[in-house]
């Protein structure tokens, strides 16, 4: 029986981000993964500002290690497609003059190892990999037991910062956390080498095709030359149109006058592989006796862009600061607890809850339409399209009504 005072299930973005912070503050912790890493983690593969901003938080040598890695490239911008096939070409602008790469585009074999590596080189974090915890038990003393599936691993743990996703064992049976037809997004990813077209500037493409809203087709560009392609649509949305969105995504590529020349020639790599996004259009309680939920643990992805890893990374931030002042205190009540949720939805709620109400417009496909229309030839609305991803104020900006009418009548923007 391993005694710890902290223990983190689960060691992806989420998981490692809250680990590492926990080392830089001098605290030790126990680090569990069913897996072994490097290993794949089924996801759009793009890395946006904002975890250039977390990964900053962590070391300030982090950014530059990972732009000058050639697991990624960067991305400068993104290529929006309307439902009626009018193309945006939006460049990103780093902010202050700075010359940085705003994002990258890089597996998530890759991205996750990458910060694996640098849990591994903390001696403040033990780290076991390939243990699948699956027995959660509460002590009369107020800690928690922990078993592997095959009893070979025993923990006990004063707090634990679950990290192991939304269908987990500890986040269904536990936290009591169901699956949300309304609240969750049915995904599929796959690879493929020498799609045709793309942007030499490594933009993302986001194709708002009618067939897949509210979601979008995604393509983002990867190192040698390969491409993450994939979809994703609002899972009640698959389950009231009946779609099959495997068939529907092989159908659209074949097919769509805008895809199906791009990728006559390309190659596909592997499977199609599904996954699902718990969106955080709903607010979920982020802690309980004696734990905390981290990034899709917690619902946390973006309802809108289906961003998940930076709001992983945030949420292992701030567990990382709430466990250390848990211990401190000797106190890991749900209500000393619930200070954590509080600091969460701080940093996200708002954003959250802009992308949620930016969700539902992605019903009106003429809206979409309308609005890539007066910004093939409105330099400000394009810009405001491009800083919708992030810049709070000029996303609730576009859940405004009066921003439409001042579009639709020639205003100022």
């Known amino acids: 029986m391993r005694e710890v005072d902290i223990c983190i299930l689960g060691a992806g973005p ?36 904002k975890v250039v901003m977390e990964l900053r938080r962590i070391g300030a040598d982090l950014p530059g290690k990972l732009a000058a890695s050639p697991m990624q490239v960067p991305a400068w911008g993104i290529d929006f497609f309307a439902p009626n096939g009018r193309r945006l070409s939006i460049p990103f602008k780093p902010t202050g003059g700075s010359t940085d790469v705003v994002g990258h585009v890089a597996k ?15 001696p403040e974090i033990e780290l076991l990999e390939g243990v699948d915890i699956t027995r959660h038990e509460r002590t009369a003393a107020g800690r928690w037991n922990l078993a592997s599936t095959d009893g070979a691993v025993e923990i006990s743990a004063k707090l634990l910062l679950v990290a192991n996703g939304a269908q987990s064992a500890f986040v269904r049976q536990v936290a009591g956390h169901a699956l949300e037809p309304a609240h969750h997004c049915a995904g599929l990813r796959t690879y493929y080498q020498g799609v045709t077209g793309l942007n030499p500037a490594s933009f993302i493409e986001l194709h708002f095709l009618e067939e897949f809203l509210p979601g979008y087709l995604w393509i983002f560009p990867l190192p040698n030359g390969q491409a993450n392609v994939g979809v994703g649509m609002l899972t009640a949305a698959v389950s009231s149109k009946k779609i099959n969105l495997r068939e529907r995504l092989h159908e659209i590529l074949a097919t769509h006058p805008a895809l199906k020349d791009r990728f006559a020639t390309a190659e596909r790599l592997g499977p199609v592989r599904g996954f699902g996004l718990p969106l955080g259009s ?13 990034g899709d643990a917690g619902s946390l992805i973006d309802p809108f862009t289906g961003e ?5 990374m945030v949420s292992g931030r701030h567990a990382a600061d709430w466990a250390a002042q848990a211990l401190a205190a000797n106190n890991v ?25 930016m969700q539902r417009l992605l ?29 709070l104020d000029l996303r609730e900006r576009l ?14 923007l």
Request: net charge positive; proline share 4%.
């Open 14 to 49: 989420g998981g490692a981000t809250a680990a590492l912070h926990l080392a830089n503050a001098g605290q030790r912790c126990l680090l569990v993964d069913r897996a072994t890493f490097p290993r794949d983690k089924i996801c759009g593969d793009a890395l946006s500002g």
């Open 108 to 122: 998530r074999l890759d991205f996750d190892n990458f910060l694996l590596e640098e849990v591994r080189r903390r």
């Open 282 to 294: 709903k607010r979920r309680a982020l802690s309980g006796e004696g734990y905390m939920l981290l």
């Open 308 to 312: 998940g890893i930076s709001h992983a």
């Open 333 to 357: 009540a749900p209500s000393f607890l619930r200070q954590y949720d509080a600091a969460v939805y701080r940093r996200l709620g708002q954003e959250l809850r802009l992308s949620h109400a």
């Open 363 to 391: 019903n009106y496909p003429w809206l979409f339409n309308f609005i890539a229309n007066r910004a093939t030839n409105n330099p400000t609305l394009a810009a405001t399209l491009s800083s919708m991803f992030v810049d």
């Open 399 to 412: 859940r405004q009504p009066s921003f439409y009418l001042k579009l639709l009548f020639g205003g100022k």
